[in-house]
């Protein structure tokens, strides 16, 4: 295991990292979370925070980053006058929940971490505006390793994150009789391969559903997640931790360094200031491609082919009859609603209607543009109406559901994966500056494959 710590030069050794791409799970989805839906109206009563623990929520999350700024501020000091470089054993570049969860486990194990986060939070950006779905597999039926992966690591999210988990009072997948790529039939029998439990539809269920439209209704076991009450659980733990987070200030490139007696990685950041570290984690998701590598031989491609696409998660207030419900229509140009216990609503998203535009980042392109940038310059026109008028064919109850607010985010995909509908996880490292990697995931709980693979390279084990 490496360590970059001026003082331990007699007890560090090599990374030995491989330059190849590994799929740490196959997420080949049916079509983007964003995509799929399931109804729910109102979360159970104690499942969501209502307006005051809301508030309460916010002055916690200020006085939290307050404490960290302060933490980085006593630290710096630490470090003699002149020398503008700081050493670490991994910087993690991105503070969403890939990069603060696995942050946290290298610091469990001994290491010194730090978080870089050019947000003035944690988790603000895809972390928080996504459907809030906690997979159980039934989303990916076109996809064995991707849905018994979901399967695997549902069980291990619910025990590790129970107090952020929503369970709805009913969760009912519908499939569509025309234009979708799976059956009632085929998706019973898939559902059974990979261990995922189906129930019989009450007479009132299925009703809630068009039978012109709709060939079957099955009632699941899926949950959601409160993404808020996510955040804070992870951000207390790095409170008790005293791992190092700096937020507000952004990486900007990187370059190869000197880590003591071994080579390692330096990081430049916006205010000038420079950190090393034996190794460097970019999880900055959308960002994947803004870290500039110094010196690095084709500036005018990326190191990772994407596409991103600008999307709309529309939150609405269901009528009473939805209420606790989650819906899911599949499997093709459907629609989704699940609940958002963040906002005490519910996601309602579309496969034609969430994504607005689309760009990708190719070989033979110019520099990437940051895609931040791109989304805050969009006019953010609602499409909300249009979700609301297709889905109400399939389930005519929401017709009278109510278009409350909507989150526009950049939803990033591997370029390669576009054919098939994939979802790979990325953990790639660079070619010319070994101890740089790039991790790329869509969904949360595939944290926990990205864990085993970034401890299997640093030679720990999980606990």
């Not at 005018?300 to 600008?310: A, G, N, Q, S, W």
């Not at 985010?409 to 070994?434: C, M, W, Y």
């Not at 709980?445 to 606990?463: A, K, Q």
Request: with cysteine.
């Amino acid at each position: 295991m490496a360590r970059c710590r001026g003082s331990d030069h007699g007890k560090t050794q090599a990374y030995a990292l491989t330059s190849r791409d590994i799929l740490a799970s196959d997420v080949a989805a049916t079509r983007p979370d964003h995509v799929t839906g399931a109804k729910h109206t109102v979360a159970p009563a104690g499942a969501v925070a209502h307006a005051g623990d809301r508030n309460s929520r916010v002055i916690e999350l200020v006085e939290w980053t307050k404490r960290s700024n302060a933490r980085m501020d006593a630290a710096s000091e630490t470090f003699q006058e002149g020398d503008m470089s700081q050493r670490w054993d991994v910087i993690f570049v991105g503070g969403g929940f890939y990069g603060v969860y696995l942050a946290l486990s290298l610091h469990k194990r001994g290491l010194k971490v730090l978080i870089i986060e050019r947000e003035l939070g944690l988790m603000r950006r895809a972390s928080y505006a996504n459907q809030a779905r906690v997979h159980g597999g039934y989303h990916y039926p076109r996809n064995f390793q991707t849905a018994f992966r979901s399967r695997v690591n549902l069980e291990r999210f619910v025990a590790e994150f129970g107090d952020a988990v929503v369970k709805p009072r009913r969760a009912l997948y519908a499939i569509a009789r025309r234009d979708s790529f799976v059956g009632a039939k085929y998706f019973a029998a898939f559902c059974e391969r990979i261990g995922a439990p189906l129930e019989a539809p009450s007479r009132e269920e299925r009703a809630l559903f068009s039978t012109d439209l709709i060939e079957d209704v099955f009632r699941v076991k899926e949950y959601a997640f409160d993404s808020n009450s996510l955040r804070l659980r992870l951000q207390r733990q790095l409170e008790t931790s005293a791992l190092s987070v700096q937020l507000g200030i952004d990486a900007v490139s990187i370059r190869p360094g000197s880590c003591g007696h071994e080579l390692g990685v330096e990081v430049s950041l916006s205010d000038g200031t420079q950190h090393v570290a034996g190794l460097c984690v970019n999880a900055t998701y959308s960002g994947v491609n803004r870290l500039r590598v110094e010196g690095e031989v084709s500036l005018d491609e990326p190191r990772v082919v994407v596409k991103h696409e600008l999307t709309e998660m529309a939150l609405i207030e269901p009528p009473v009859q939805l209420r606790e419900t989650s819906i899911t229509v599949m499997d093709g140009p459907f629609f989704s609603m699940m609940p958002f216990p963040s906002r005490q609503l519910y996601t309602l998203s579309h496969v034609r209607y969430t994504p607005h535009g689309h760009w990708h980042e190719t070989l033979g392109r110019l520099p990437p543009q940051d895609p931040y940038t791109a989304l805050n310059a969009y006019g953010r026109n609602t499409r909300a109406p249009y979700m609301l008028a297709d889905s109400a064919r399939y389930v005519p109850a929401l017709r009278s559901a109510k278009h409350i607010d909507s989150l526009f985010e950049v939803k990033t995909v591997l370029a390669r994966n576009e054919s098939d509908d994939g979802r790979p996880i990325l953990f790639q490292e660079h070619a010319q500056v070994r101890g740089f990697l790039t991790v790329l995931g869509s969904k949360l709980d595939n944290v926990f494959d990205v864990e085993e693979v970034l401890l299997s390279r640093l030679g720990l084990g999980l606990e």
